[in-house]
């Protein structure tokens, strides 16, 4: 089956500086890549997602990044604030489908002021 | 909000007690999930349900017993648990369209406590 690896498990930076969040899957066929951003108390959020006929999604401060042949991909916040500070997952599955998603553990961002 | 709702937020409960947990979404999607998350762990998918029907149990012991009764609600049915089963459970919904599924939402989990 499918295996996530995502690094760093806790991430901190300063107020305004950039995040990068990296991930490695195992399974050549995997095609869909979300991410998604918890808040405490509350359930998961997607926050951006990437097919694998693309390289790079932006969407304002977030952008994604896929590199197919060395399997992995990695979550850019630039511009970083306090309120994005959160527990982000990425995930992948195969097929184009978001029903069988393999998660990462997760990265604990911290965004000092 | 995301228009999936869990009941109760919070559970403590014995390891003889049998209890239940309730998701309901509001999105008109037609599947649905069960997941557990850990802490220091992946999220962990056990069951999921489209049309009301499961098409993935995914290795889940038998003291978890979900349930589905209509696309906009799914029940998790606990007995006998045991201390590791301690965690956040998370509910969620999606629109299927053939073999695609599009965004997962999550409701905002339930804090499980066996003691």
């Known amino acids: 089956g499918e295996n996530v690896e995502q690094h760093p498990s806790t991430l901190s930076v300063q107020e305004g500086d950039s995040a990068v969040i990296k991930c490695t899957y195992s399974?050549?066929?995997?095609?869909?890549f979300p991410w998604y951003k918890q808040e405490l108390g509350k359930g998961p959020q997607l926050i951006i997602d990437?097919?694998?006929?693309?390289g790079e999604k932006k969407d304002q401060r977030i952008a994604v990044t896929l590199n197919k042949t060395a399997k992995h991909f990695s979550l850019h916040i630039t511009e970083t604030q306090p309120e994005d500070s959160a527990v982000y997952f990425c995930a992948a599955s195969v097929g184009g489908s978001a029903r069988q998603l393999t998660f990462g553990s997760g990265t604990q961002l911290t965004v000092l002021p | 909000e995301t228009g999936v709702t869990q009941t109760p937020r919070h559970l403590v409960m014995g390891m003889t007690n049998k209890k239940s947990l309730k998701c309901e979404q509001h999105?008109?999607?037609?599947?649905m999930y069960w997941y557990k998350q850990s802490a220091k762990k992946p999220l962990e998918l056990m069951f999921v349900?489209?049309?009301?029907?499961?098409?993935e149990n995914n290795s889940v012991p038998s003291r978890f017993s979900p349930e589905c009764p209509n696309s906009s609600h799914l029940f998790l049915h606990l007995h006998t648990l045991q201390p590791e089963d301690s965690a956040l459970y998370l509910c969620?919904?999606?629109?299927?369209?053939?073999?695609?599924?599009?965004?997962?939402?999550f409701g905002p989990g339930t804090r499980l406590t066996v003691l």
């Open positions: 349900y489209n049309f009301k029907e499961q098409t």
């Open positions: 399974d050549s066929a995997s095609n869909y």
């Open positions: 999105l008109g999607h037609n599947a």
């Open positions: 990437i097919r694998s006929n693309v």
């Open positions: 969620a919904s999606s629109q299927d369209r053939g073999t695609s599924s599009y965004e997962q939402f």
